[in-house]
């Protein structure tokens, strides 16, 4: 199993970035992913989770409204959509997914918002 992430970078406040999450490794479509992140000195939190076919999706109070997770199928990968970023969004963005009980985690990528 492999998850790699990309899209992260630098971004003033206010503005957006959409992450992708690209899975290889294990049958996509039958399982749900995750986006977490982790800031400085903080625990790592849940951001939003995406059913196995897209149809159901959760998002952490912060970013409700703000934050959008999609997938795609056929590609392989999972995006999350962030919008109306503000400097407490800054964070290291993981995604996540559970294969017969064995959790995985990509590299992470950086998510800086300046004020």
């Known amino acids: 199993v492999q998850l790699v992430e990309s899209g992260g970078g630098l971004v003033q406040s206010g503005g957006s970035l959409r992450l992708s999450c690209a899975a290889s490794?294990?049958?996509?479509?039958?399982?749900?992913m995750r986006w977490y992140r982790q800031a400085p000195g903080k625990e790592r939190e849940l951001v939003a989770i995406?059913?196995?076919?897209?149809?159901?999706?959760n998002y952490a109070d912060s970013v409700k409204g703000r934050f959008t997770i999609s997938r795609d199928n056929a590609k392989n990968t999972v995006y999350l959509q962030m919008t109306s970023l503000k400097p407490e969004d800054t964070a290291v963005y993981y995604c996540?997914?559970?294969?017969?009980?064995?959790?995985?985690w990509g590299q992470g990528i950086q998510v800086t918002v300046s004020s």
């Open positions: 490794g294990f049958t996509f479509s039958d399982c749900a």
């Open positions: 995406i059913g196995s076919d897209g149809g159901s999706t």
């Open positions: 996540r997914t559970t294969v017969r009980s064995i959790r995985y």
